[in-house]
């Protein structure tokens, strides 16, 4: 059974900072990303960490390109997005997700694809208030 727990949600002032886990259970996945939404907007995809033959790639929303980073401790079975300066635009309920199997390459449009993740947290509440 696939499980992914999210966790460092919260409520934060413009500008302020969150640091977001997932702790997955089990297999140790190639490619994970954070995703999320809004209410009445569609699920997408923020950030996204990806481990091949050529090492790691991160690939990262233009929205949130120099303010969120996302990691992962592969000891920990954990993916981090610690996101900094934060706007009230960013909030949303951010999710975690995991791509089964392991695939020899990707693409920025791939690793933020809502349809290429197999695997689902439940969530937890982002929100920011100016």
């Known amino acids: 059974q696939v499980q992914l727990v999210e966790s460092g949600g919260g409520s934060v002032q413009a500008g302020g900072s969150l640091r977001l886990s997932c702790v997955a259970s089990g297999y140790i996945y190639s490619t994970m990303g954070w995703f999320r939404q809004a209410p009445g907007k569609e699920r997408e995809g923020v950030a996204a960490?990806?481990?091949?033959?050529?090492?790691?790639?991160?690939y990262y929303a233009d929205s949130v390109k120099g303010r969120f980073t996302i990691s992962r401790d592969n000891a920990k079975n954990t993916v981090y997005l610690q996101m900094n300066s934060l706007k009230p635009e960013d909030t949303a309920m951010y999710y975690c997700?995991?791509?089964?199997?392991?695939?020899?390459?990707?693409?920025?449009?791939?690793?933020?694809?809502?349809?290429?993740?197999?695997?689902w947290g439940q969530g937890t509440q982002v929100t920011v208030s100016s």
């Open positions: 960490i990806y481990t091949g033959a050529g090492g790691r790639s991160t």
């Open positions: 997700a995991a791509k089964r199997g392991a695939p020899f390459a990707m693409t920025p449009i791939r690793a933020l694809g809502v349809n290429e993740y197999n695997y």
